[in-house]
């Protein structure tokens, strides 16, 4: 039983990631109909979770409540899901203003009536003040029931219409605004039932955490943990910008002075549906331009001012950045930097148009995405030029303008590279450190308490308090938790690394280290993907406070699969140099891997759901198989094997668990970096 189970367990999860590439290249509808929806894969499931129950029992598991109680609860959600996947309705309807309606469209083929009607009296669309970025969608409906009973309610994102059973959704609108599109869910067992599994497995985990017998409170008291302390090397880091030579500064074409330039930087303007200072749409434009905030010498107000002063002479500028060398043939210039005039030809025609014809259909091409990104600079001057970019705020007072105080702290964030000065100061202290760490092991050096160790104590607070202070800057100038798109949430994810670092400072030599390395790495991946992130309105469905716990519960287990997985780096180095000399250490990094594994692992499985209360409260449905929602569930399937030491013995060993958690963090890249650059999805963050 045991071995089919084990095999089961790995088909499904080789199945979920078969099924996501599949759907990359054949699309979702084909990957539904022969995986996710299909008969065979429901019977996989149920298969595992009868099998799965029996071996539960086989093995007396009622002996350890919280284990089987969580065992229980997986059962519990498997049942849920069946009783959706057999019984549940989805839909969509539409309704014209003043009309009313009881029919739906179910599975896109098949009509279904609804036991009442619900007339559209109104849908509005509310915006961001002074901007065109919604803020919210509301359809204004009564409900006629068979009785001649009317109800009437709201829909909109984030606000569930009940009735029935029948839970409607906010999902489209006609672009006259005089219809809506509303989304309907019947489910009102399924739903409870996988919710009380939900809520079953959160009991479970906590319970497994905090009981005195688990192996998590064992792990805390193992003495591997309670013998270790190091010492680090004093650092002193000094980072100074470049300075710019005589000979980058532009002096022989016109230029708006600097004195102008510096008095327009804190104007407020529109700009990407936010009021912000002059200073942040300059930062945009130059560095969209030329790859830089700045140019040869100039502040990006002076370029964006030089180039609405003196058109005609900065065309002729070669400061358009353009890295794709094909690109760089095609428009027959040398080197990356291209003028506003190389984008056309003598006849004034735009030369990319025929290209980009060519390239459409070559969706990973990288000629297809310089060609995206070189027209979007065209764009960018070509709005500057027509006046369509630099709004200012109208003088009737119907948009408020931001407070000094606001104005001041963007100017200030603008100015100071949070990202840039923590990945490189970061990384320095990571290395030196681990190197150093290294070599006081092999040479068996180690130092008890010494005032290196509180100096590093102090490096790694102080780099905690600086990216704290970058991270609520930016969610102060946004107005909302920043965790929208993938440079925040990497944002978060380093916080949390450095948060980790913090709290276990004690229990291991690697532990700082490790979180300079790691959060170096992770703030050196977002400046390289952002330098200047775009700090815009949310989508009116993001504004769920629970959206924010979903993504901050699922950052915090990213941060801790990334520490288990450079303590199994170090632990196989050491075992390969002399796994004798350094079986102490070893057995340390392996407890202390071990622990980290029950909080990571039970908050992937609770941010996951947490998700999937989220998704049903906003779209109507709490699993859609999305590729990210698929890896995320992949990932933790592939991390709770580590726990069935019973089963699996060999987990109990220090070389296979450590091997197992490299390849384990596979999964975590892909559900994070995979997805977003190999295969899309609702998720997919850019």
Request: charged content about 15%; overall charge positive; glycine content about 6%.
């Amino acid at each position: 039983m045991k071995r089919f189970l084990i095999s089961l367990y790995l088909f499904i999860i080789t199945a979920l990631a078969v099924a996501t590439f599949i759907e990359a290249r054949l699309g979702t509808p084909f990957v539904k109909d022969f995986c996710y929806e299909s008969p065979w894969f429901f019977a996989c499931w149920t298969i595992l979770g009868v099998v799965g129950l029996l071996y539960v029992f086989r093995r007396k598991l009622w002996q350890k409540p919280a284990t089987f109680l969580l065992h229980i609860s997986f059962v519990v959600m498997l049942i849920g899901a069946g009783i959706t996947w057999t019984f549940g309705e989805r839909g969509i309807m539409h309704i014209n203003k003043g009309e009313s309606q009881r029919f739906f469209l179910k599975n896109d083929t098949v009509r279904a009536e609804l036991p009442f009607s619900i007339e559209l009296q109104q849908f509005t669309i509310s915006y961001y003040p002074g901007t065109t970025a919604p803020a919210d969608y509301v359809s204004s409906v009564v409900v006629h029931d068979a009785d001649s009973t009317q109800t009437n309610g709201n829909i909109s994102m984030n606000n569930v219409l009940s009735h029935k059973g029948y839970r409607f959704y906010q999902t489209s609108y006609d672009e006259n605004l005089a219809g809506t599109w509303l989304s309907i869910n019947h489910d009102p067992i399924g739903i409870g039932v996988t919710y009380t599994g939900y809520l079953l497995m959160a009991l479970s985990m906590i319970f497994l955490m905090f009981s005195k017998k688990s192996g998590f409170r064992k792990l805390l008291k193992h003495p591997a943990l309670q013998k270790t302390t190091f010492c680090f090397l004093l650092i002193f880091i000094s980072l100074c910008g470049k300075p710019i030579s005589a000979q980058e500064m532009v002096t022989t074409k016109p230029i708006w002075e600097k004195v102008y330039a510096d008095s327009a930087s804190s104007m407020q303007v529109l700009y990407h549906d936010r009021i912000v200072p002059f200073n942040t749409l300059a930062r945009d434009f130059t560095l969209k331009l030329y790859g830089k905030p700045s140019y040869k010498g100039l502040t990006a107000e002076q370029v964006v001012g030089s180039w609405l002063l003196f058109p005609n002479t900065w065309k002729n500028e070669p400061m358009i950045l353009v890295k794709n060398e094909e690109l760089q043939s095609y428009l027959g210039i040398q080197g990356k930097f291209a003028k506003y005039t190389d984008f056309f030809d003598e006849q004034n025609q735009y030369k990319l148009r025929e290209l980009w014809q060519s390239v459409q259909t070559e969706s990973r091409s990288p000629l297809r995405k310089a060609v995206v990104e070189a027209d979007e600079k065209i764009a960018l001057i070509t709005m500057l030029q027509q006046g369509t970019l630099i709004r200012q705020l109208p003088d009737d007072g119907s948009i408020k303008p931001l407070s000094n105080t606001k104005i001041q702290a963007e100017l200030f964030y603008n100015k100071v590279p949070f990202t840039k000065i923590l990945f490189m100061v970061n990384l320095t202290i990571g290395f030196l450190s681990l190197f150093w760490l290294l070599n006081q092991i092999v040479r068996n050096n180690f130092t008890r308490k010494s005032n290196m160790e509180l100096l590093l104590k102090i490096l790694i607070l102080c780099a905690l308090l600086f990216h704290t202070i970058g991270v609520f800057l930016h969610g102060y100038i946004s107005g909302r938790i920043p965790m929208s798109n993938g440079y925040e949430t990497m944002m978060f994810v380093a916080w949390c690394v450095l948060f980790v670092a913090v709290l276990l400072r004690n229990k291991s030599a690697f532990i700082v280290p490790f979180g300079f390395l790691l959060s170096g790495f992770i703030l050196l991946v977002a400046w390289l993907g952002q330098k200047n992130p775009q700090i815009t309105p949310m989508m009116p469905v993001l504004h769920s406070p629970i959206l924010s716990i979903h993504v901050s519960v699922l950052m915090m287990a990213y941060a801790l699969y990334g520490f288990i997985t450079l303590n199994g780096c170090i632990a196989l180095l050491l075992h390969a140099k002399d796994k004798d000399s350094h079986a102490e250490t070893i057995e340390t990094l392996t407890v202390l891997s071990k622990l980290m594994l029950y909080p990571a692992t039970f908050l992937m499985g609770i941010g996951i759901f947490i998700g999937a209360v989220w998704a049903n409260i906003s779209w109507g449905t709490y699993w859609s198989w999305d590729p990210k929602e698929t890896w995320a569930l992949i990932t933790f399937l592939v991390y709770a094997a580590a726990f069935h030491t019973e089963s699996v013995p060999k987990f109990n060993k220090n070389v296979f668990f450590h091997v197992f958690v490299l390849i384990a963090f596979l999964t975590v890249l892909m559900t994070y970096f995979g997805v977003n650059n190999l295969l899309g999805g609702m998720h997919s963050y850019k």
